[in-house]
């Protein structure tokens, strides 16, 4: 089938790539996260830039989940939070896995089942997320007023 204007784009190896938000107040502390996987092609810098560019918007369709339980931070007044982080471990490769993993664990499990004509016959394929996938982390600026800024910074 052919379309004017149209080309066939062969894939040369499409990948599972990840989103990730962490929702943070004025004073740093993040109860809840979000998270989208996405399907690209292309090198890894052409896929970080397309990242980082949805990153500013698609927050606002991610569906979210607290963070999880095993998170504590004392707060100025030495209060105990549980199932709270603080917006400085985004950063730190090491927490990635405990903040974002069950997240992670998730949007693989979200992954869709395709289909493919192989000699005349439909088979079944599933695209996988790696163990650790190309991924932009952002943080968002919760403020008493409303506003949500997103602060995109990339993670790989």
Not at 22 to 43: H, L, P
Not at 71 to 82: E, I, L, P, R, S
């Amino acid at each position: 089938m052919r379309q004017a204007k149209t080309q066939a784009r062969v894939l040369r190896d499409p990948e599972v790539v990840l989103n990730l938000w962490a929702y943070a107040d004025e004073e740093g502390y993040i109860v809840r996260i979000a998270g989208k996987a996405y399907v690209m092609d292309g090198d890894d810098a052409e896929k970080l830039m397309l990242l980082r560019h949805l990153a500013a918007t698609d927050f606002l369709s991610a569906p979210w989940q607290k963070v999880p339980q095993n998170f504590t931070v004392h707060n100025a007044d030495g209060q105990k939070m549980q199932g709270v982080a603080h917006a400085s471990l985004v950063g730190d490769p090491n927490a990635q896995e405990p903040l974002f993993g069950s997240l992670m664990d998730s949007l693989a499990k979200s992954l869709l089942d395709q289909l493919r004509n192989l000699h005349g016959d439909y088979s079944r394929f599933r695209l996988e997320l790696s163990n650790s996938p190309l991924c932009v982390t952002t943080v968002v600026m919760e403020y008493e007023d409303g506003r949500l800024e997103p602060m995109v910074s990339a993670c790989a």
